[in-house]
């Protein structure tokens, strides 16, 4: 080993959501560069053996289980010797300002990851952000409290704009053009969509992720979302910031300048790469993510996305144009229809219905505390449920 790395202390990394498809892959970038990378704490939602498993190989001094049902699992005993067990949906947020942290990687699903941010940047520590529903949600609270160099966005699309900015003056940007894959059913119209079923949408052509963001991935609903987050994170309006399909997810997203400059962000589609930078930065470290031979790439392809068939992505523009808690409502419907989609209860395109009719429901307000933003998410979900008992009824 170079004496460069190892004399330096070690970054001290806490994973909340270990066990999904963003937490297993940062635990094999802190396993690629353990020199630099030190994990001490972890959390998992609900599958505790992974868990333990991954407590046991980094030796970590914390873990959390956030599902009060799997606080009592046996294989919790086989924790590492001295480790502390922590219980219950707080527990996140209590390892995420734990003192001797340095660095927390947020990848829960869903608007649970909020808090989790919030907690982190409130405790000063480095946020690598993989939640975008922390700042859909809840972008109004977080970013005020977000110190240059603090959050670094682990969003592939977000990851590489953020980069595309480093040493330009963000007020010579002119658009953020924001790359989407297009999903498996680019190119279908309304009519066909309706007839799609879960095993197709769940096939995603060139991103392997977890169950809930590849149906959003199908939807466009995540690239709606995106577009949000983008806002919140860099300060441009939505009108500035424009999705176009890049069908082999290479270019991960581009900063046009006032000089008709651009500026892209290529690679492999490997989400240890983003990972591994939200650690990283400012430095850039080696990778053993496959690269790309630009010889043999053959041809990069672009498209406009077609707002009329995937309704979502209308619908998150809208959203995001409205503002303050709107984008918490489109948020909190879209888990309970894709919950519902994936569990065969109501067909793909009830998933925008779905989300529309909370959204025609909602009168918009500012976004105040995250006590309020708790308050809305659940009125949403609820408003979502019944809209899917009136569809599957
Ligand atoms: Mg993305």
Redesign the pocket.
């Known amino acids: 080993m170079g004496a460069c790395a190892g004399d330096a202390p070690r970054q001290r990394v806490a994973i909340l959501g270990c066990t999904g498809s963003i937490g297993t892959q940062a635990l094999d970038v802190c396993r690629q560069h353990a020199d630099r990378l030190q994990v001490v704490a972890l959390s998992a939602h609900a599958r505790t053996s992974e868990l333990v498993a991954a407590a046991r190989e980094f030796g970590v001094s914390h873990v959390a289980v956030t599902d009060p049902a799997h606080a009592a699992d046996p294989v919790l005993s086989e924790l590492p010797s001295g480790c502390e067990l922590d219980v219950g949906a707080a527990a996140a947020c209590r390892i995420a300002a734990l003192d001797d942290v340095d660095t927390v990687l947020v990848s829960v699903v869903g608007a649970a990851g909020l808090e989790a941010s919030h907690a982190v940047l409130a405790a000063g520590k480095r946020l690598a952000l993989a939640n ?1 529903e922390s700042l859909v949600v809840g972008g109004d609270l977080l970013m005020p409290l977000a110190a240059p160099g603090q959050l670094l966005p682990v ?4 990851a590489a704009i953020f980069q595309c900015l480093l040493g330009e003056d963000a007020r010579e940007l002119h658009t953020i053009w924001l790359t989407c894959s297009g999903g498996p059913f680019f190119g279908r119209t309304a009519r066909e969509l309706a007839g799609v079923g879960v095993a197709g949408a769940l096939a995603h052509p060139t991103w392997s992720m977890g169950a809930k963001i590849t149906i959003d991935s199908a939807t466009l609903m ?1 690239k709606g979302l ?1 577009r949000i987050e983008a806002m919140h994170l860099f300060g441009v309006d939505l009108d500035r910031i424009q999705v176009v399909i890049q069908r082999e997810s290479k270019i991960h997203s581009m900063v046009e300048y006032a000089d008709g400059s651009v500026i892209a962000h290529l690679g492999a589609s490997d989400m240890r790469i983003p990972i591994q930078y939200a650690f990283s930065y400012p430095e850039r470290w080696s990778t053993p993510a496959p690269r790309v031979d630009f010889r043999t790439l053959g041809s990069l392809t672009f498209a406009a996305p077609d707002m009329d068939s995937f309704r979502c992505l209308a619908l998150a523009e809208e959203a995001g144009r409205v503002g303050g808690t709107m984008p918490c409502v489109l948020n909190a419907a879209n888990e309970v229809a894709v919950d519902a989609f994936l569990h065969d209860r109501v067909g793909f395109t009830d998933i925008p219905r779905v989300v529309e009719a909370c959204m025609d429901a909602h009168e918009r307000d500012q976004v105040r505390s995250i006590a309020q933003l708790r308050d809305i998410d659940a009125w949403a979900r609820v408003r979502a449920c019944e809209q899917l008992a009136r569809i599957a009824g």
Do not use: A, G, I, Q
């Open positions: 975008k969003d592939s699309e977000h995540n995106e």
